[in-house]
């Protein structure tokens, strides 16, 4: 049983293979139906603050609004190869509206490089996997949750991504109406 229908869209250039990885692993963790529309979604300039170079997240997200061209019972999850933050903060690894149809991933700080580390495939992907869930989760409806492994839990840092587990634990699924768990 599906909960929801969840497109993910790339923004400006997106490896397929990583929206390939995203649509294979998400539905392991929320019972979603999950599509990919190749057509990239182009960033207008203005959307970025001239100071340091970041999306200006919130911004974003209205401008997704403004160019819906989605079924409307579609949640949308754009995945961006850039750095963005929101009001009040430095950055964010993404942002969604709380129950609504718009979400974004930004993976620039996501990347183990961003840190002066080496490339880490692996570790990338599943920390673009971990915060897709987490966005998907709010658009499902799903606050952060205060169990220290679910996938909803805040994190404010890397460290806090990689503690954290890809999908969430049973009370958050349980809002949801969920009761078996996807292996």
Known sequence: MSIANLVLVPAGFIYHWILEFLADKMPKAFPVEVRIDFNSVEIPPLLYNPENSQLKSEDF???LRSIDRWASDEKILVIIDDDAF???TNFVFGQAEL????GAVYLSRLRPEFYGERENKPLFLLRALKEANHELGHLLGL???STSN???RFSLSIWDVDKKDWKPCDRCLSKLGVINVRT
Do not use: D, K, Q, S
């Open 61 to 63: 997200l209205r401008y």
């Open 86 to 88: 929101a009001p009040g």
């Open 99 to 102: 129950g609504g149809r718009f």
């Open 143 to 145: 606050r952060h949750c």
């Open 150 to 152: 679910c996938v909803m």
